[in-house]
């Protein structure tokens, strides 16, 4: 039969990379994106609700003519640095807006949420690793304000029977196989694009950010998960919440490190030239080594990841960059 499906920030990165897995799968996404950030050309699996999550009526709206059975939340504003010159702004969208598309699921009877979160959430690690029990101390507003959104679920599933998936993303990376669809954030701060673009000479040389880390070639060490790795699992997630599944609150990474000079190599390898590039000091609060413990996703929703190896993460996005 397949599910009607709010798809909130379907026009961003992750989010349509989801709609094309959920239309896929006999799912039936419906885009809902003020397109502040989002592209209108990434919606392509379904109708767009052009609307912002924090406009309860039109949100209802929605909900209500598409008669929507489950929402999934990847509406926010997501750079770290700037939530830490306007920590406002991120509480106010990313915790408000949810509020607000919570509060119209709730009020037209919708109980099941997936919910785009982050390894943000943890702060510094305090092992590697790194599980779903590990303390959660973030460190900038962006990883509290989705931290925040993932208590409030935990209240609305005691307290009033919602079903909720919350997925801690690691290093989102890579480009649908197809090319339909890629990562385009402005500005982009992201490592695999810059690294590529600064490689096609669409970008300045790239920063690498630090080379006196305690990692074995002295750069940071990251988890990159490659997009459609990550909309699997959002369809699993939505199938065991659909099926009468509990909330669940799950990893998503690769589950291996690749430091930032293994990514600027696959890319000189895949891209076939130089990466230009130079180091450059540390960036605040980037600790050196993050990784994910995904035991608890393989387990709760029969997945794995099949794309996240660097060289698939990097071939797919190149293409996608130099697609015709
Ligand atoms: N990075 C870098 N140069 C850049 C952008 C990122 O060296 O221009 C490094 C960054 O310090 C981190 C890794 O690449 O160690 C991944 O950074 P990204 O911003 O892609 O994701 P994050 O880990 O911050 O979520």
């Known amino acids: 039969m397949g599910l009607n ?24 996404p419906v885009v809902l994106d003020s ?8 919606v392509r699996w379904g109708p767009l609700v052009e609307a912002d999550i924090a406009d309860r009526a039109a949100v209802g709206r929605a909900i209500g003519s598409h008669r929507i059975d489950a929402v999934m939340h990847f509406a926010a504003w997501i750079f770290v640095g700037e939530s830490m010159t306007s920590p406002l702004k991120y509480f106010a969208n990313n915790l408000g807006g949810s509020l607000a598309l919570l509060d119209a699921a709730m009020a037209a009877g919708v109980r099941r949420v997936v919910f785009s979160s982050t390894a943000a959430v943890y702060g510094e690690p305090r092992q590697v690793p790194i599980p779903e029990s590990h303390p ?24 009033q029977g919602l079903r909720f998936a919350a997925l801690r993303y690691f290093n989102a990376s890579g480009a649908d196989p197809d090319a339909e669809i890629g990562e385009r954030h402005d500005p982009e701060t992201h490592l695999v694009p810059l690294a590529i673009l600064a490689a096609l000479g669409k970008a300045p040389a790239l920063n690498i950010f630090g080379d006196d880390y305690d990692t074995p070639d002295g750069t940071a060490i ?13 369809v699993a997630a939505l199938e065991h919440l659909a099926a009468g599944g509990a909330s669940l609150t799950l990893n998503l990474g690769g589950g291996s490190g690749t430091s930032v000079r293994e990514i600027v190599d696959a890319v000189a390898r895949v891209g076939g030239r130089p990466v230009p590039a130079s180091f450059a000091p540390r960036r605040p609060g980037d600790p050196p080594r993050l990784v994910a413990d995904i035991a608890a996703a393989r387990a709760a929703l029969a997945w794995s990841p099949r794309h996240s190896d660097i060289d698939t993460i990097v071939r797919t996005a190149w293409a996608w960059h130099t697609r015709g």
Request: charged fraction near 20%.
């Open 5 to 28: 499906v709010l798809v909130a920030g379907g026009a961003g990165y992750v989010g349509a990379h989801v709609c094309k897995a959920l239309a896929r799968a006999g799912h039936h």
């Open 35 to 42: 397109l502040a950030h989002g592209h209108r050309e990434a």
């Open 136 to 159: 959660t101390e973030p460190i900038n507003p962006y990883g509290e304000s989705k931290l925040m959104v993932e208590r409030v679920l935990r209240w609305l599933d005691r307290q």
């Open 222 to 234: 990251r988890d990159y998960i490659h997009v459609a790795d990550l909309a699997g699992a959002h």
